[in-house]
């Protein structure tokens, strides 16, 4: 190969500038050129062991994961939460490493900012922009089982399955694969999703009516007046007695549309004669007991009213 030419070569570089020192020689750069290229002060820089940047500034992001891939090599996977970031989750702790995916026979060690994971089961993968990222149940389980927050963990979840990135199904179905390592968190914040929760606050809730004594009831599930038009889908609706629990969180109203929209919810609860109560999501730890209280007070007061002609989604 023509002197300068392996620098342009898309078969050596895995994202920019970023290049494996074996490739480089298999392309006639000699070894020693390399190393003193990467030498201190010098135009290059050895990323990781066998990973050479071609450029002496602090590496990006994409550089990073591009390395990482590279140090992982054929059919590597992106897992986790820069797997999440790329398909475009975005209530997301900030990611220490990079998890990666390799095949369970192949002998790669985690090293410096990445974390290997040899799997019997490597997911298929998805391209986003070029690189390999694993399917979004599949990272998100990775993620979950390598954090210890449980708010942190709740979040990731909901809005996989919020957003409809996943489905709770796709979900569970990956915790059984995942067997018992890093799982029981994951497992727990499951419960509340499956039940039909899509939040941190409303797995919070789920938890607290457990604890009511209450019948069970439907988690955002669309009601309707008689005549079928749409009057609101509560966070928690018991259809026995057209009772309506909503939390609802400053963050939520903070714009005046979104206020707007809450007042005209809470005018086709009374117009509709659902009781509806709403609860701020803080209290549902600083105050659980009043708040049980009120709920409650609020199941009684819809108990002992005739029931209005509503009903829910089937």
Same mark, same amino acid.
């Given at each position: 190969?023509?002197r300068?030419?392996?620098?342009t070569?898309p078969?050596l570089i895995?994202?920019p ?12 750069v ?15 820089q ?8 071609l450029?002496?500034?602090?590496a990006?992001d ?6 990482a891939?590279l140090?992982?090599r054929?059919?590597a996977t /992106?897992?986790g939460?820069?797997?999440?970031r790329?398909?475009g989750l975005e209530? !997301? @702790?900030?990611?220490?490493? +990079?998890?990666i %995916?390799?095949?369970?026979e192949?002998?790669?060690t ?8 040899r799997t019997?089961?490597?997911p298929?993968?998805?391209?986003r922009?070029?690189?390999p990222v694993a ?5 998100v389980?990775d993620?979950?089982r390598?954090?210890?927050?449980e ?6 979840m909901?809005e996989a399955v919020?957003?409809?990135f996943c489905?709770t199904?796709? /979900?569970?179905?990956?915790l ?7 799982t029981? !968190? @994951?497992r727990?914040?499951? +419960?509340?999703l %499956?039940?039909?929760?899509r ?15 209450l019948?069970?009831g439907h988690?955002?599930?669309p009601?309707?007046?008689a005549?079928g038009?749409?009057?609101a ?11 309506a629990?909503e939390?609802?969180?400053?963050r ?6 979104d206020h ?9 609860y009374?117009a509709?004669g659902i009781?509806v109560?709403?609860?701020l999501?803080s ?9 049980l ?19 829910r989604?089937?």
């Amino acid at each position: 190969m023509q002197r300068g030419t392996w620098s342009t070569d898309p078969q050596l570089i895995h994202g920019p500038m970023v290049v494996r020192a074996a490739a480089l020689i298999a392309a006639g750069v000699p070894g020693r050129t390399i190393s003193r290229r990467c030498a201190p002060g010098g135009p290059w820089q050895r990323l990781m062991p066998g990973i050479v940047l071609l450029h002496s500034g602090e590496a990006t992001d994409e550089q990073r994961l591009g390395a990482a891939l590279l140090h992982g090599r054929e059919n590597a996977t /992106l897992t986790g939460l820069w797997a999440l970031r790329r398909h475009g989750l975005e209530r !997301l @702790p900030p990611p220490q490493d +990079v998890h990666i %995916l390799v095949p369970a026979e192949r002998r790669v060690t985690s090293t410096g900012f990445v974390h290997v994971e040899r799997t019997r089961h490597l997911p298929r993968p998805h391209l986003r922009g070029d690189l390999p990222v694993a399917p979004v149940p599949r990272a998100v389980i990775d993620a979950a089982r390598r954090r210890t927050d449980e708010d942190e963990i709740q979040t990731m979840m909901a809005e996989a399955v919020q957003r409809r990135f996943c489905t709770t199904d796709l /979900l569970a179905r990956e915790l059984d694969q995942a067997g018992r390592t890093g799982t029981a !968190l @994951p497992r727990k914040a499951l +419960v509340p999703l %499956l039940a039909g929760a899509r939040s941190v606050a409303e797995a919070d809730a789920w938890h607290l009516w457990r604890r009511s004594g209450l019948p069970p009831g439907h988690w955002n599930v669309p009601i309707f007046d008689a005549n079928g038009i749409y009057i609101a889908t509560p966070d928690f609706w018991c259809d026995e007695i057209a009772f309506a629990w909503e939390i609802d969180s400053y963050r939520h109203h903070a714009s005046l549309e979104d206020h707007r929209a809450t007042v005209a919810r809470n005018a086709r609860y009374v117009a509709a004669g659902i009781v509806v109560l709403q609860t701020l999501p803080s209290r549902l730890r600083t105050e659980p007991e009043l708040v049980l209280g009120e709920l409650r007070a609020a199941f009684r007061t819809a108990r002992d009213r005739p029931r209005p002609n509503v009903k829910r989604a089937a």
